[in-house]
């Protein structure tokens, strides 16, 4: 078992930054591949970035490359998320997963754990 809890969340500017961090425990840590998510009301998951296990490889959706980094530390059961330059559309709950598999999936249902969510509002 997994327990992940983000943290980092707020209200932001359009064009400020915000990072935001993933904290594990129960099982190895860097076992698992890790992603963020984030949704807004009314509608669908949607994929961010993610991160394979040993932190080699990462992937990110379109609309955040250049923008967002995701990063982890393994001595410290943590993954993050720095997003800088943020646009109102950026504004969601933002959740942090875990997957076995070695890189970490762009679809919710490969993840086998993920948090409770931090909600992130960038105003105009």
């Known amino acids: 078992q997994v327990q992940l809890v983000e943290s980092g969340g707020g209200l932001v500017q359009a064009g400020g930054s915000l990072r935001l961090s993933c904290a594990a425990s129960g099982r190895t840590f860097s076992s698992y591949a890790m992603g963020w998510f984030r949704q807004t009301p009314g509608k669908e998951r949607d994929f961010v970035a993610a991160i394979s296990w040993s932190g080699g490889r990462t992937d990110y959706v379109d609309s955040v490359k250049g923008r967002f980094t995701i990063s982890r530390d393994n001595a410290k059961n943590t993954v993050y998320l720095q997003m800088n330059n943020l646009k109102p559309e950026d504004t969601a709950v933002y959740y942090c997963?875990?997957?076995?598999?070695?890189?970490?999936?762009?679809?919710?249902?490969?993840?086998?754990?993920w948090g409770q969510g931090t909600q992130v509002t960038v105003s105009s």
């Open positions: 997963l875990a997957d076995l598999g070695q890189y970490g999936s762009r679809s919710w249902d490969e993840y086998d754990y």
